[in-house]
């Protein structure tokens, strides 16, 4: 669940503006992402929209030439560079302060991180299902939390280093399978950072490595999730044979 609030709401939603979503389905996706105890709905989008703005530079919050320690969590272990700080300040985020929903999340941040992302799942098993108190707590506080912040962070560091570049070869973010397994589809990641507002955040025709993708289009069969964008795939197979490593199978056809 908290997966999908990072992957569906505060990403693909709040930062990129891919789709749109119904009041309720906003309601779902920030409950989703508090329960993943990361910052909050502004922070977290205000960083990931510099980061897509000036990637890899000194104003990048996670900037992966500073090594996999860094881009995976050193980042949040020290002050921000001033180029970070200057560039944020300059970031349009009008669109997520007027979400009402971002509103709500943001004033009563605290309360909401501490119940929905500790409290509440960890008395859940116990109080329910009479697991022990001891291993509930040490699964959803020590384990559950620690793999959701590490599989988000492999976004930054795994996705920015290691992989193929099918779409843009002159970027560091790459297709990383593993990456993509561990996080719902958010590894494809040099598809990502060359088309970063389609919804998909990929380029594949199936749901098999990206499970967000088809919990957007579920919630888009009913209406909750709508205007969702992607480009033609006559603009995407452009791409590909312009700035391309050649490792895609278009690439790979042509120059048989």
Known sequence: ???????GGVHRLWSHRSYKATLPLRIILMICFTMAGQNPIHDWVRDHRVHHKY??????PHNAKRGFFFS????LMMRKHPDVIRRGKEIDMDDVLADPVVQFHVKHFSILKMMLAFIIPSIVPPLLFGE?????IVAICVYRYCCSLNFTWF???AAHLWGYKPYDKKINPSENLGVSIV??????????HTFPWDYKAAELGNYSFNLTTFWIDM????GWAYDLRAPSRQFVERVIMKTGDGSHSISRLVTK
């Open 155 to 157: 976004v930054n560091s």
């Open 132 to 136: 022990d108190w001891f291993w509930s």
């Open 72 to 75: 995976h969590v050193g980042w």
């Open 1 to 7: 669940m908290n997966g999908f609030g990072i992957t």
């Open 219 to 222: 919630f888009a069969k009913i």
């Open 55 to 60: 990637t890899e530079t000194s104003a990048d």
């Open 183 to 192: 996080t719902m589809g958010e590894g494809w990641h040099n598809y990502h």
